[in-house]
């Protein structure tokens, strides 16, 4: 091949062919582009060496790949693909060269070149499952080791680089099995400090809750007998070694843990699993849905009849009360899904308990679906997973089992450590099975299923109680060996303390519908603060040198929302001053749209600017103002840093911009949520003050009458 377009060829890849049409520039090592006429019946291997030759590349053409504009790797199975669609190639390094010169790389201490380094990793990790080369050479090379020491050693950008490197490697069902207690609880003493910025904390958690899900009863083909009381042995170099009870050990020994995540409740990093309590289930449209629902049926080895009407009978037999999915999973979601298969996983005498239950008459059977959907309804509502349409909750989700482990309750301001919230799923069985069996030691019949749920939500509060402290051993034991009469008489003398009323299901109902107005009214209250706006204090980001930074000319900015809530417009002045109403004195703006987090407690005020005004508090130059906030954008990282004049403007402003957000946002601060709460209870009380001073009965649920004898009538409009 030559410089000047001359033609050159070997067996099947011609460079700048004068009589063939070039199918493809390629860029060579040095950053020069070539064209090249590729034979798609070659082999990936066979272009490579071919290239190689008429490059005069003198290396082992089995240390070169080639790669498209995107990066993904050329293959056998994509070649053809690529050729026909005249991608621009390069000839990079083969993904098992790339993994030894980066596990070489690891042991390099200097900034600029690990950084570089960490940042490539977690690039190549991320696209294993295509390049299961690279994985393994970075594995076989003690590459985890590096990166253990690494995480170990580093700090700031350099570190999160490191941990989403871990994260991304973790995705893989092998290869992690050496880490140990050591790191646990270096990742845990991460997410502790209160100086951990926004982007290690996100992979640090995701590494622990990996963690939490490594568990051995998780691990392929790991069912054990019902009777055992202790998780199967974890295969020699198998992952699946960890689960929560591992995790929550070391984050016992960090006592800081639990101030410091509680501080970041209001991150779009805490999620709940209300987002899969919300998602529906559709098993036409979505495989995963139906696999597990098939899942489900074949565990139950029962086969599909017709009943007397002709209709199909089949997951009516497991206790649904129709055949539609859709329906029967509406309350509870993908949740409610994902908890029943791992019910019927954890249990390999599901069949036994079904056939157990269809042996007793219709009326004395325990509807095992229906049980199930009730339990995670209890957990939901035990640790504030809400129905769908309330939004003072991030979407927490995600994950079920996510590993912040904590959760807000509508019903109290204060903030409680939940570890067992990671082991959802666990939980959920223990209480299903708790379930089944308060229903056939009290030989309840059909009507008397909310009576035996009400002993399961009492079982739940007494199992689940003081969790930071309790060990899980004790949660079993509540769940498995306290007999029906010791768990009646409770209730009973619960009930002589407390008035019953408000936890009848229209009570709670009512709650729930007052507690989704109240939240309205104050987002519209918040947004109103927004439309009027306000001054602040433009702030620098922690990680900015402090010894470089100088007042600067123009600290002061001014922000409002306009009516259509799609941009905050803005201006920076050396000085406050009286702002117009409307947009004319604020020039510039940011899009809404691309806020995808409001960060708080982030950024530090720039020198001088704090210390001669009086209406702000004073803090340290060194230390975040905790009125200070960042609008984050997912990919040009912080739009804005400010620092509110006082805790109210704060609040008004942070929780607002939240529940601007398309995701529908959530409340990051104690005020916003105290005042939704107070709203909610002053409503309850009030509408409650007559029922309760007449002490008419509110039934537990609503009888339809017979239906009219004629269509002689029609709905009047209620006053």
Not at 84 to 98: F, T
Not at 399 to 415: H, N, W
Not at 425 to 448: C, N
Not at 702 to 711: F, I, K
Request: aromatic share 8%; charged share 25%.
């Amino acid at each position: 091949m030559t410089s000047n377009g001359a033609s050159s060829s070997t067996n099947g890849t011609q460079v700048r062919s004068v009589a063939l049409v070039p199918t493809n520039n390629v860029t060579t090592l040095e950053g020069s582009t070539v064209r090249a006429r590729i034979d798609p019946a070659l082999t990936v291997d066979d272009v490579v060496k071919q290239l190689c030759i008429n490059l005069k590349i003198k290396e082992s053409p089995a240390n070169f790949a080639l790669r498209d504009e995107t990066d993904e790797l050329v293959t056998n199975d994509n070649l053809r693909k690529k050729i026909k669609g005249k991608v621009n190639l390069k000839l990079v390094n083969a993904p098992s060269r790339e993994a030894r010169e980066i596990v070489a790389k690891l042991s390099q201490r200097t900034e600029r070149t690990l950084r570089l380094t960490l940042f490539t990793l977690q690039k190549f990790i991320r696209i294993i499952y295509q390049e299961e080369q690279f994985a393994q050479e970075f594995i076989d090379h003690n590459g985890l080791r590096g990166l253990v020491s690494v995480i170990d050693e580093s700090n700031g950008n350099t570190l999160a680089y490191a941990l989403t490197a871990m994260q991304n490697l973790m995705e893989l069902d092998y290869g992690w099995a050496t880490l140990d207690d050591k790191f646990i609880f270096k990742v845990v003493q991460i997410l502790s400090s209160p100086t951990s910025l926004i982007n290690v904390c996100r992979p640090a958690t995701a590494i622990l809750k990996k963690l939490v899900e490594a568990d051995p009863l998780n691990a392929p083909g790991s069912l054990v007998a019902s009777s055992s009381q202790s998780p199967p042995p974890a295969l020699p170099d198998s992952v699946y070694q960890y689960g929560f009870r591992v995790v929550f050990a070391q984050m016992r020994k960090e006592e800081r843990l639990l101030e410091t995540v509680v501080n970041r409740l209001g991150s779009a990093d805490t999620a709940m699993a209300q987002y899969r309590k919300t998602t529906l289930v559709d098993p036409e449209v979505e495989p995963s849905h139906a696999a597990a629902l098939a899942y489900i049926w074949a565990s139950s080895k029962l086969d599909e009849e017709t009943d007397e009407q002709g209709n199909l009978l089949k997951w009516r037999k497991l206790g649904f009360e129709n055949e539609n999915m859709v329906q029967e999973f509406s309350e509870v979601g993908v949740l409610g899904l994902d908890c029943l298969k791992k019910f019927v996983e954890h249990d390999p005498d599901f069949s036994k308990l079904v056939l157990e239950q269809l042996s007793r008459s219709p009326q004395r059977r325990c509807s095992i679906a229906k049980a199930s959907n009730e339990v995670v309804e209890l957990l939901s509502e035990h640790w504030a997973i809400f129905a769908p349409g309330c939004q003072l909750n991030p979407p927490f989700f995600f994950m079920v089992k996510y590993i912040d482990g904590l959760s807000k309750s509508p019903d109290s301001t204060s903030t409680a450590f939940q570890p067992f919230f990671l082991d959802f799923y666990k939980v959920h069985s223990l209480a299903t099975r708790f379930f089944l069996r308060m229903w056939t030691e009290s030989g309840a019949a059909t009507e008397d299923f909310t009576r035996v749920s009400a002993l399961v939500r009492s079982q739940v509060k007494v199992a689940l109680r003081s969790e930071n402290v309790r060990p899980w051993h004790d949660v079993e034991h509540d769940f498995n060996e306290q007999e029906y009469r010791e768990v009646r008489g409770r209730q009973m003398k619960e009930l002589e303390l407390e008035d019953d009323l408000l936890s009848k299901i229209p009570v709670r109902n009512l709650r729930n519908k007052l507690y989704k107005e109240s939240y309205e009214f104050v987002r519209q209250q918040r947004i109103q603060c927004l439309l009027q706006g306000a001054w602040f204090v433009n702030a620098l980001p922690q990680s900015s040198p402090r010894e470089s930074a100088r007042r600067p000319g123009r600290p002061w900015r001014f922000m409002r929302l306009d009516t259509g809530s799609k941009y905050l417009h803005y201006v920076d002045s050396a000085v406050k001053f009286p702002v117009r109403n409307g947009l004319e004195d604020l020039p510039e703006r940011i899009d809404v749209s691309m806020i995808s987090e409001i960060a708080t407690g982030t950024c530090v005020p720039p020198p001088n600017v704090l210390r001669d005004e009086n209406g702000l508090p004073p803090t340290s130059p060194l230390i975040p103002s905790p009125l200070s906030f960042s609008l984050l954008s997912a990919h040009e990282g912080s739009l804005a840093d400010q620092i509110a004049p006082d805790q109210s403007r704060w609040a008004d402003w942070t929780d607002g911009l939240n529940m601007l957000r398309r995701d529908g946002g959530h409340v990051a601060s104690k005020e916003t949520a105290s005042f939704v709460q107070a709203l909610t209870e002053i409503g309850l009380k009030i509408k409650l003050l007559d029922l309760s001073a007449e002490k008419v009965e509110i039934p537990t649920g609503l009888v339809a009458g017979p239906p009219p004898a004629n269509t002689d009538f029609f709905f009047s409009d209620l006053v």
